[in-house]
Every structure is written in structure tokens, then in C-alpha cells.
């Protein structure tokens, strides 16, 4: 294997801001579930009618890049060793900008990459209170602490599909998204699962450009199948090795290489495009 160039580090200025944005998302999800819990004592289920899209118009005013779902969480989708203390989960993704991605792997984009990590951990803190005032009991769980394997889970809530490189491919922002949870008590809402969106496993396997322009060769060709028959998403596989992975984001704080490179990531209408070059044959 060639040897990997190495990336010039990130500036450090607007990176101290952003982890430390990280570090408060983090404190602030446990310091909220604390005393929260105390409280907390056997409720019965009490249908809230209306609230998802009362939920959906506070999501959109107050962050126009951020998309929820929302479905059940298979007890296969939790890491092993951790655990959530509900089983039902909106999920929600937020935009890494086009403009920043492209750059990848200059510090510019690994800073768009952590600002996102960072910002989204305050988003589902901010949506589990919202949720909590209106009496849903709920749990935020940060981006960069998952407890779930959150593009499968995002992909059973219809919000995307998981591309070649585990990575959710969604079809307002391809894969520029991060993507955090919040566990909830009850099916307070509508499922949003549906299977539109899994054409893209078909045109991942024309494409393949992410394992091919992987500096460290992290993208698995043969993916082994960790859990077999999960509902809503079929077999979880593991997509990427995560050693070879870990070395190069770390180095260059985020990476990002896999995101830039899929035509998806484009946006627009790129979505759209693919999916009729694939049901029409012409790719
Ligand atoms: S983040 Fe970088 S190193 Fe990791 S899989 Fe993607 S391209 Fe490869
Ligand atoms: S780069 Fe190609 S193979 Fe990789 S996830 Fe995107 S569409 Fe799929």
C-alpha cells in the first residue's frame, strides 16, 4: 500500500470554540437526565395527537438543515455494553455544508465535520426538552457517544439508506449529514419507516467510489454480516474497518474523503437523478 501524504492540521482557533460546543453538548445531555430521572415515576401512555407535526414546525423553524424521523429501536441496533433507557427513538440529521465537504481532507472540512458533530449533540438536547415540556419522556443521546448504530436506525425510519461505507445516504444531502437520537418512552408518534430509498444498496454496487478513494483502504469490498434479519433494514454489516479508519480521521480531526467523493453528496436533485438511471437501466 502506498505510503498516506499527511494533511496539514486544523487551525486551532475556531476548533477550540467548536469542541468545546462538543464538550458542553456532552455534560449537558447527563446533567439534563440526572435530576430528570429522579423525577421520573411510572406514567401511563397518553396519545399526543398533533405533536409530531407541532415538533416538526419547531424543528424546521429553528433549524432549517435539521430532518427527523422516527421508529422503534431494535434491541440488535444497541452496541454491545451500552443501553438506552427507551425503546423507541426520533432520529435526526443535520447538514455538513457543501462548500466545506468538497475541501476534504483540509482542516476546513474537518472542521465542518466536528462544528457538525458539535452543534447536532445541542440540537437533540434542545428537541429533548421541547419533548419533555410537552410530557414525552425522552433521552438525548450526543453524536460522537452513540449508544445505537444510528444509520441503520435512521435508515428503518426512512430517512436514507446505509451507502458502501455504513455512512447514511440521504436524498436531501447525500452523506453530508451527522446523525444523533432521542429515545422515547412511548409510540407518541407515526412511524416514518419506509423502504424507498433502499434502490441506493443496487447503485452503491455499480459505484463503489468511496472504497476506491479511501486514503487507508478502510472501506470493507466484502462486508461481513454482524446481525442477520433485523426489522425494518435486513442484515447489519460491518462496512468499514474502523483501526484503518479511526488513524486517518483522527489525523486529520475528520477526514470526511468517503462523504466528498459520493455523487449523492451533490445534493440538488442528484437523488432523484440516480434513482431514475437505476430504475431505467441507463447506468
Ligand atoms: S473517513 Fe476517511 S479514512 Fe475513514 S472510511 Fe472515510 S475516507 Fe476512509
Ligand atoms: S460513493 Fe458510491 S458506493 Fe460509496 S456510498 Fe456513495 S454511492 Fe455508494
Known amino acids: 500500500m502506498r505510503p498516506m501524504a499527511r494533511p496539514p492540521a486544523p487551525p486551532m482557533g475556531d476548533m477550540v470554540e467548536t469542541m468545546q460546543d462538543m464538550q458542553r453538548g456532552m455534560s449537558q445531555s447527563w446533567e439534563d437526565i440526572e435530576p430528570y430521572f429522579d423525577e421520573l415515576e411510572p406514567a401511563a401512555f397518553e396519545p399526543k395527537p398533533g405533536l409530531w407535526n407541532e415538533l416538526n414546525k419547531f424543528v424546521r423553524e429553528k433549524w432549517g438543515d435539521v430532518r427527523i424521523g422516527f421508529t422503534e429501536l431494535p434491541q440488535q441496533m444497541i452496541f454491545r455494553g451500552k443501553f438506552t433507557l427507551f425503546r423507541y427513538a426520533l432520529v435526526a440529521n443535520q447538514e455538513m455544508k457543501k462548500d466545506k465537504i ?3 481532507p483540509d482542516p476546513q472540512a474537518s472542521q465542518e465535520v466536528m462544528r457538525v458533530y458539535a452543534s447536532l449533540g445541542l440540537v437533540v438536547n434542545e428537541i429533548a426538552r421541547w419533548l419533555r415540556k410537552q410530557g414525552v419522556r425522552c433521552q438525548s443521546n450526543h453524536p460522537m457517544g452513540g449508544l445505537t448504530n444510528t444509520p441503520s436506525l435512521a435508515g428503518k425510519a426512512g430517512m436514507g439508506w446505509q451507502g458502501r461505507h455504513g455512512l447514511l445516504v440521504t436524498p436531501e444531502y447525500g452523506t453530508r449529514v451527522r446523525l444523533a437520537p432521542v429515545f422515547i418512552e412511548h409510540k407518541y408518534f407515526e412511524f416514518t419507516d419506509n423502504h424507498d430509498h433502499d434502490w ?3 447503485y ?7 472504497e476506491k478513494e479511501c486514503p487507508s483502504k ?3 469490498s466484502e462486508k461481513a454480516v454482524n446481525v442477520n434479519n433485523v426489522p425494518g433494514v435486513g442484515a447489519i454489516r460491518t462496512c468499514i474497518n474502523r483501526e484503518r479508519c479511526v488513524e486517518y480521521f ?3 480531526m475528520g477526514c470526511a474523503i468517503c462523504i466528498k467523493v459520493c455523487p449523492f453528496s451533490k445534493g440538488g436533485d442528484t437523488y432523484g437523478q440516480l434513482k431514475a438511471a437505476v430504475e431505467n437501466r441507463t447506468i
Do not use: F, G, H, Y
Request: charged fraction near 30%.
Open 102 to 104: 468538497d475541501r476534504a
Open 250 to 252: 483522527s489525523r486529520t
Open 200 to 202: 441506493i444498496e443496487e
Open 204 to 210: 452503491c454496487e455499480l459505484c463503489q467510489v468511496c
Open 218 to 220: 478502510a472501506i470493507n
